[in-house]
């Protein structure tokens, strides 16, 4: 009988809570305030990128590039509010290091594929294809988070699309390595890399780009770390 009800309590708390998280999102402090920032290395555009929603800058480096690129928001070289964010990106990587890996891919991303909030894990060097579609299943505090353990690059007009409540903030990429956009292709989620990260020519991102050691290079991007959903690029 015990038994019996134990079974019935499961089944209704499973009914009741339908949709499920399977990763925590990382506490990213005061680097949440940044949309393009490096702990340690230079920070460099060339052309007429465009920033919107967030801070830049390096706590360790030359900066150059602003203008002709624009920003709307501070830019933050070697002072204390870029001590901060080093500290606090170098906290938050290490955080994602600890989660708990679910589903281990194959190192190829994309390619139509669909994907359900989960902690992915990428054991080497890694490229994302063609379109890559992350489905929230109707719930926005869904959270996604893949963890690389190797570089990142994507190739040509390559697409992160989010469906269904899905939001880029819950969006996180943990990098152990470089990370490429590729020309004209459009990513959304939060970056945190441990090595440089390089936007080619007119790739867009709407969300961050994080490292905790690592140039920044930028070429007439559209960069968006508006803090809400569904706003496209």
Known sequence: MKREFLLILTAVTLFAFPTVSFGQAPNLGTAADFA??????????????????????????????????????????ADPASAQAAIDVNTAYTSLSGVTCG???????????VLTPNVYCLGAASTLNGNLTLDGQADPNAVFIFKINGALSTTTSSTITLINGACWSNVYFQINGEVSLGTNSIFRGNILANGAISLLQGAA???????????????????AALQFCGCPL
Request: charged content about 5%.
């Open 205 to 223: 991102l709407q969300g961050r780009a994080l490292s905790r050691a690592g140039a920044i290079s930028l070429h007439t991007n559209r960069i």
């Open 103 to 113: 589903p281990v891919l194959g190192t190829t991303l994309g390619n139509n594929q």
């Open 36 to 77: 393009v920032f490096t702990a340690v290395g230079a920070f460099a555009n060339v052309g007429a990128t465009n920033i919107t929603g967030g801070d830049i800058g390096t706590n360790a480096g030359a900066f150059t590039g602003f203008p002709p690129g624009t920003v709307i928001g501070q830019i933050h070289v």
